[in-house]
């Protein structure tokens, strides 16, 4: 089955940028997630990407897909204390319930 | 619309006890999900289901089950709780066409729930 996998934890000054990363196995893989997950809560979707995109921005966000090497990041500029989090990548492969999600890198923000 | 929704959000059960955990929709998903997140190892799947009157098992389902007797509902029961299930779970929903689609996921606040 799909494996997806992210570092533990991430620790950045505010007003730097943040990148996160998460590498799969699935080649077949879709569509690729980021959510993130505020202390209490649950996960909220950050953004997506199609399988057959290389980036896409979003204001501060920007996400990075190298097919090749079945790697993903996610790009946070000028990070701000409320960037504080877990962030989970999530990859589909079609099919039922075939949504993977890696175990989440805590982003800590130092002001 | 309130999206998902979880009650309750905290219940500690003594070791034997049963419960319901209740999810509840109002976006008219045909897919719902329950998942466990423990410290660390991110969120397993434990049921899903693809429409009302079918359910499937996830990655972990046992000690647990679940029914769907409408779209919004979907409520999974503890029978047995054991200090193994001791977690936090959360219900999520999204929308599968069918042509697919993205299979975006709509997560609830969770319920953490604790068994001695």
């Known amino acids: 089955g799909e494996d997806v996998e992210q570092s533990l934890f991430l620790s950045v000054r505010e007003g730097d940028s943040s990148v996160i990363n998460c590498t799969y196995t699935?080649?077949?893989?879709?569509?690729l997630y980021w959510y993130k997950q505020e202390p209490g809560a649950g996960l909220q979707l950050l953004t997506y990407?199609?399988?057959?995109?290389d980036m896409k921005q979003d204001q501060r966000l920007t996400v990075l897909l190298n097919k090749k090497d079945k790697h993903l990041s996610l790009r946070i500029a000028d990070t701000q204390t409320g960037d504080s989090a877990i962030y989970f990548c999530?990859?589909?492969?079609?099919?039922?319930?075939?949504?993977?999600f890696g175990i989440g890198t805590k982003l800590q923000v130092i002001p | 619309n309130a999206g998902v929704t979880q009650t309750p959000k905290f219940r500690i059960l003594k070791i034997g006890q049963s419960m319901t955990l209740q999810c509840t929709q109002d976006?008219?998903?045909?897919?719902m999900y329950w998942y466990r997140q423990d410290p660390g190892m991110g969120l397993k799947l434990i049921y899903y289901s693809v429409g009302a009157g079918i359910t499937d098992k996830g990655e972990v389902p046992n000690g647990y089950n679940v029914s769907r007797s409408t779209t919004e509902d979907f409520p999974l029961r503890l029978e047995l709780a054991a200090p193994s299930q001791t977690s936090v779970y959360f219900c999520a929903s999204s929308y599968q066409g069918t042509s697919g689609g993205t299979d975006t996921q709509y997560f609830g606040p969770g319920t953490r729930l604790t068994v001695l």
């Open positions: 990407i199609f399988s057959n995109m």
């Open positions: 999530a990859v589909y492969s079609g099919g039922y319930q075939k949504v993977t």
């Open positions: 699935d080649s077949s893989s879709t569509y």
């Open positions: 976006m008219n998903h045909n897919y």
